[in-house]
């Protein structure tokens, strides 16, 4: 009669394990249920087997039972082995980047941009099914390096209304939302999904403006010492870039988020010193890159000079001489040094790229400072270098020999230097300081804060030098900190090279010639060869 009973216990709990997993597939939302009724009839199982336990000892106790049990474990070894690989493979994300240029790793800027988010931010993917698969190969590297970053791949032809109330126009577009703002990107590469990431972020555009009037460098111009290949750049980090000749207004604008002179030839008037001096005085935020003179018979950029002592940063007359060799190999000479160390400062955090200056200038700080105010030098050159005082040697191309007696300086030299303070109480500094908090820009109690730097060199960021390996990033690096966007200052996304092999029209026939004649005849006279050997 008990043996009746464990029977009937058996049978039901394997009606019941059934039952949960046909509920499980065909009924999800009540995976509860399923749930219930699979342990229910794994405990009837259970009881049965133990109301059975001589019949199952007896089944294992001859020889082809033991040797079928041995067969059932590694069996079972082996399914929870791959188990365990699904498992953890399901939750921890690794990948192994094998391209030339780390094309399918996220550069640092984008890890810092993502880890800096406080909110949750979600990338819609509007594009048809069948493009699904080249979006998956980037996205979800995003989402593993933040938990905040949920993405979500949608078919506008399936769900029109979605589309139209996110103002979709073409396929390919990804939506990101942050905090209510939406911006909208129509490309996969990691430099335009990061870019839109920041600007969706940030929520407003900062402005930057180039000063004009004295020589300074184009930001419109394509030419060789032109900006305009940085100014693109800066338009992709979120900011817009303007023009401004101060000489025709009295002040800087009040949207100015950073002012630059790039390169000026001429020196400042007066009136425009006073007003970068008004500018700074509520918190501004100076880029000075003076330039060593191009002739002999140069003016002397004597106020801007000044206006930099004032800021505890020193700017030398003399030319940075580099005789290290490193140079050489970019295809560069000694009148351009080669930068590879960098002090402790939050523009190079983790900064190990080399940077180029052609023809640049010494920046040093002031040791003791000056009314309370301590610069930091931040890019040194290497010590076979030096201040060369003699700056007509260099302009008409005559010997560079060091010579200490002359007034040279041995290296290392530094040529470039930032400071920070506290804005000057005003009523405007106290207005902009109200305005940002109430735009949430700053921290609560944060004052405005006043940041110049200083570097000896324009040319480093001009279209020619751009592409030496650290220059854009340090230029880049520098506005993020000056427009006090810490979460700028990292190493960009790499653009995607051109590793197509380009051939002349003689050069694919031989190929073609190498591929269908040439390697089958090898192939066949190997086989005759053979043959004839054997026979």
């Not at 990107?185 to 870019?195: R, W």
């Not at 555009?205 to 100014?231: L, M, P």
């Amino acid at each position: 009669m008990l043996k009746r009973a464990f029977d009937i216990v058996g049978w039901l709990g394997t009606a019941l394990v059934l039952a949960a997993v046909a509920i499980f597939f065909s009924k999800p939302e009540w995976q509860q249920w399923s749930r219930w009724l699979a342990w229910a009839g794994l405990v009837c199982i259970l009881l049965y087997a133990v109301g059975q336990w001589r019949e199952i000892a007896r089944a294992f106790a001859g020889r082809h039972a033991r040797l079928g049990t041995i067969s059932l474990l590694s069996v079972v070894i082996v399914i929870g082995i791959l188990a365990a690989i699904n498992y953890i493979s399901n939750r921890e994300y690794k990948r192994w980047d094998l391209t030339a240029g780390g094309q399918f790793t996220l550069s640092p800027q984008t890890e810092k941009v993502l880890q800096g988010l406080k909110e949750p931010l979600k990338m819609t993917v509007f594009a048809r099914e069948s493009d699904f698969a080249r979006f998956r190969e980037r996205l979800p590297q995003y989402e593993y390096a933040s938990r905040q970053v949920k993405v979500e791949y949608v078919d506008p032809d399936k769900r029109p209304a979605l589309a139209r109330q996110m103002q979709i126009q073409s396929y390919g577009t990804i939506a990101i939302e942050y905090q209510g703002r939406t911006e909208r990107v129509t490309s996969d590469s990691e430099q335009d999904i990061t870019n839109g990431i920041i600007k969706v972020v940030t929520g407003r555009e900062r402005t930057v403006y180039f000063t004009q009037g004295h020589g300074e460098k184009d930001t419109s111009s394509s030419e060789r010492d032109g900006y305009n290949a940085i100014a693109a750049q800066i338009a992709r980090d979120n900011y817009k870039v303007e023009t401004l000749v101060l000489a025709q207004q009295p002040d800087v604008p009040a949207d100015a988020t950073i002012v630059v002179a790039a390169g000026p030839r001429n020196d400042f008037l007066p009136p425009e010193i006073e007003a970068l001096k008004r500018y700074l005085a509520r918190g501004g935020k100076l880029l000075l890159m003076l330039d060593p003179p191009n002739r002999v018979d140069a003016p002397p950029l004597t106020n801007l000079v000044a206006l930099a002592h004032e800021w505890a940063i020193e700017v030398g007359s003399g030319v940075v001489v580099d005789v290290s060799g490193v140079g050489r190999l970019l295809g560069t000479s000694e009148e351009v040094p080669v930068a590879a160390t960098y002090h402790s400062h939050p523009i190079v955090a983790q900064f190990d790229l080399l940077t180029a200056f052609p023809l640049a200038r010494p920046i040093s700080a002031v040791t003791a400072g000056v009314n309370n105010r301590f610069a930091q030098a931040f890019v040194e050159t290497s010590p076979n270098s030096w201040a060369e005082s003699d700056v007509k040697a260099i302009l008409t191309g005559g010997e560079l020999r060091f010579d200490e007696k002359a007034g040279d300086r041995k290296g290392p030299i530094a040529i470039a230097a930032a400071v920070s303070a506290a804005a000057t109480e005003s009523p405007d500094a106290q207005k902009a300081a109200e305005k940002d908090q109430a735009e949430g820009e700053k921290a609560e109690g944060e004052k405005p804060e006043t940041r110049v730097v200083v570097f000896g060199d324009s040319d480093f960021a001009s279209n020619f030098a751009l592409g030496i390996q650290g220059n854009r990033d340090l230029f880049m690096n520098t506005l993020g900190w000056l427009s006090q966007q810490e979460n700028l200052i990292s190493i960009r996304p790499k653009e995607t090279e051109d590793r197509r092999l380009t051939m002349t029209s003689g050069q694919q026939t031989r190929v073609l010639i190498l591929v269908l004649v040439v390697l089958p005849l090898l192939v066949l006279g190997s086989g005759v060869y053979t043959w004839w050997r054997r026979r």
